[in-house]
């Protein structure tokens, strides 16, 4: 019963994850850059919430007031000031740059908010839980948390497929040039995309402090989860994201049940295992041979 | 029938010139003078130096996998780790000596790597660069829970004992100043001797249009196993330079031997100095040396400085300090290209 009960904490679990990795999803899909700063930018969200949690006396749900639309803004003008001149100087530098801004956000929010732990708090709804047997429990706010994964995902689906915002969205995504010819302002949709790739990971990163404590080093930490999520599910696939979210989850709540100092541990092999699962079927079974596979573009 | 005569050539292609034979020339006699540090120069010179030669051996290496491999990497430091903990398992558990467990080290990096790349070489472009952080971060870990009382779990672990117990003060800084010179002078020299053969021009092909590069038969993942082999044993050396230098490591945080923070400073090198040029990344760890030295070395606002730096020289000077006066000047003091001149 506890395996039971460590699968279901890691299928909600994985709900903090797709939350956490869809902006990176959203902005691989769209741009084919990743953000090493995406996790960084996630806990900027967070420590934004503790900053008005502690000084206007807030709720940290009322925080999520302002700080998403801060962070459409943050994420609109990182694009038209940082990013967009990156991905015009080539494949490199967006990952160079993202790197450095990774860096920088980490150790400002250790200036400012010193190295100490904290965390936001989540409310009545915090320790609650569905006790079904003596073993297995369901925590209400993990559940929360999934549930507001998948109601993000389906809205951002929804927005892809149905409005126009989202037409030259994939319009872009599939190709710039051609999206330009017919009267898309790829600056533009690029800029939009990062916005709502930033407050995604801002809405992630204050449900992150809600559930568990955060210190200005655990931007790459979330970054890295977030990668595994994305790539277990398959990149650039919005659903992908929730299902590698829920296996990385389970991978880690099921390592932990192990010995608990295997919980990071867990997460990582498991993608690893991914990697390599992938690689032996796209290179066509075992038939590895160096350099004569296909480069893919 | 009558011979076609072949056209009159009116560029020669260059390799070597009077000015970059002078350079490598005097390079080499710089080495050999800098050998003779110890005798000339006080220990608390011979301690910066030895931070000057390793960050070198740290920026060739992860200049040597983006700038030539096009592969971004910010997980070098876990053979970093590696290569340290490697000296401390070998010399403290297995009371080698010292300096012999640095050479192997080097080796187990650099054999620890081939696995490595199996795995994360068929990443792109930024799924490498986190794939290479996760091995990074896997290794740490697996560090940390190790109970044996050498490696020291998660607390970390010191090589004091196997170098005090042979060696004095004195003695340990001067061989450790010989080895990270030596390191560092050899690396230099076999990326130099590759990079001018058949391979080093597939490579540059690589980094150029990968697929343009398979498409007339450069072998792009052999030439790219390579790079990440000899970066994988560069930084494990650096890694054991770094623990002969410091003496006590700890395997968790982006401050420890297998933190993100070496990454940070790798590309801020690269970066500032010129990717994807010889010359450029020992410029940048000569930058980063005199920042570390007079500005600050540590702390947040170090790490602020090398992040923004970093930024503003990929945006605004791409091609970094030496790229851009070789664009300027047409220099090449390394010559490990060829250059095209007309006839005059």
Redesign the interface.
């Known amino acids: 019963m506890t395996w039971v009960n460590s699968v279901i904490h890691g299928i909600l679990l994985g709900g903090v994850y797709a939350l956490l990795a869809t902006g990176l999803s959203l902005m691989f899909g769209v741009m084919r850059i990743i953000n090493l700063a995406h996790g960084s930018l996630a806990l900027l969200g967070a420590y934004m919430a503790f900053l008005l949690v502690e000084h206007a006396h807030i709720s940290a749900y009322l925080a999520l007031v302002p700080v998403l639309p801060g962070a459409l803004v943050v994420g609109y003008l990182l694009q038209r000031t940082m990013l967009e001149r990156s991905l015009r100087a080539g494949v490199l530098v967006p990952l160079l740059t993202t790197f450095g801004l990774l860096i920088v956000i980490g150790n400002l929010l250790q200036e400012f908010f010193s190295p100490d732990v904290h965390s936001l708090n989540p409310g009545s709804i915090g320790p609650a839980a569905w006790r079904i047997t003596s073993r297995l429990s369901i925590p209400a706010f993990d559940a929360l948390i999934l549930g507001i994964a998948i109601l993000v995902l389906g809205i951002l689906q929804l927005v892809l497929t149905r409005t126009q915002i989202g037409r030259e969205l994939r319009a872009t995504a599939a190709d710039p040039d051609a999206a330009e010819l017919v009267g898309v302002d790829s600056r533009a949709v690029y800029a939009r995309a990062t916005a709502i790739a930033v407050a995604t990971a801002a809405l992630a990163g204050v449900f992150f402090a809600m559930r568990s404590t955060f210190d200005p080093t655990a931007g790459p930490t979330q970054l890295i989860y977030a990668f595994e999520a994305v790539v277990i599910g398959g990149m650039g696939s919005l659903w992908g994201t929730l299902a590698g979210g829920i296996v990385l989850g389970v991978s880690q709540t099921v390592g932990a049940q192990i010995n608990p100092q295997y919980f990071a541990l867990a997460g990582h092999v498991v993608f690893l295992a991914v990697l390599v699962a992938r690689t032996i079927l796209e290179s066509g079974g075992l038939r590895v041979r160096l350099g004569l596979r296909r480069v893919a573009t | 029938m009558t011979a076609v005569a072949a056209p009159a050539p009116t560029a020669r292609v260059e390799r070597w010139t009077w000015l970059s034979g002078g350079f490598t020339a005097a390079l080499a006699g710089l080495i050999g003078l800098l050998a003779f540090g110890p005798v000339l120069w006080s220990q608390n010179a011979l301690n910066n130096l030895i931070q000057l030669y390793f960050l070198v051996v740290l920026a060739v290496m992860w200049n040597a996998l983006?700038g030539y491999g096009?592969l971004?990497s910010?997980g070098q430091q876990a053979f970093i780790g590696i290569g340290a903990y490697a000296v401390v398992f070998l010399s403290l558990q297995h009371s080698l000596e010292p300096y012999l467990a640095m050479l192997i080290a080097t080796l187990i990096g650099a054999a620890v790597s081939i696995p490595v790349a199996a795995?994360?070489l068929?990443?792109?472009?930024?799924?490498f660069?986190?794939?290479t952080?996760?091995?990074a971060?896997?290794f740490a870990?697996?560090v940390s829970?190790d109970p044996n009382p050498a490696i020291g779990g998660g607390t970390g672990t010191s090589a004091l004992i196997p170098f005090n117990t042979r060696y004095t003060p004195t003695q340990r800084l001067n061989y450790t100043y010989w080895a990270s010179l030596g390191t560092a002078a050899v690396l230099l020299a076999i990326l130099f001797v590759l990079l001018r053969s058949r391979l080093g021009a597939s490579l540059q092909a690589i980094r150029d249009d990968?697929?343009a590069a398979?498409s007339v038969g450069?072998?792009?993942?052999?030439?790219k196993?390579v790079l990440f082999v000899l970066a994988g044993g560069g930084c494990a050396a650096a890694g054991a330079l770094i623990l002969a230098w410091q003496l006590s490591i700890q395997p968790l945080?982006?401050d420890s031997i297998f933190g993100?923070?070496w990454?940070?400073k790798m590309?801020f090198m690269v970066?500032v100095g010129g990717?994807g040029t010889f010359e450029g990344p020992i410029i940048g760890a000569i930058v980063l040396y005199l920042l570390q030295t007079y500005v600050s070395s540590s702390g947040?606002?170090y790490?602020?400085m090398?992040?923004?730096i970093?930024?503003g020289f990929?945006?605004l000077l791409?091609r970094g300090i030496w790229g851009t006066i070789q664009e300027r000047f047409n220099v090449q003091l390394l010559p490990v290209g060829y250059r095209l001149r007309g006839r005059s």
């Open positions: 983006a096009g971004v910010v795995v994360v068929w990443l792109r472009g930024g799924a660069a986190i794939g952080w996760v091995v971060e896997a870990i697996l829970l990968e697929g398979a450069v072998r792009v993942l052999l030439g196993g945080g982006p993100v923070n990454s940070a590309i970066l990717l947040v606002w790490f602020v090398l992040g923004g970093a930024i990929a945006l791409p």
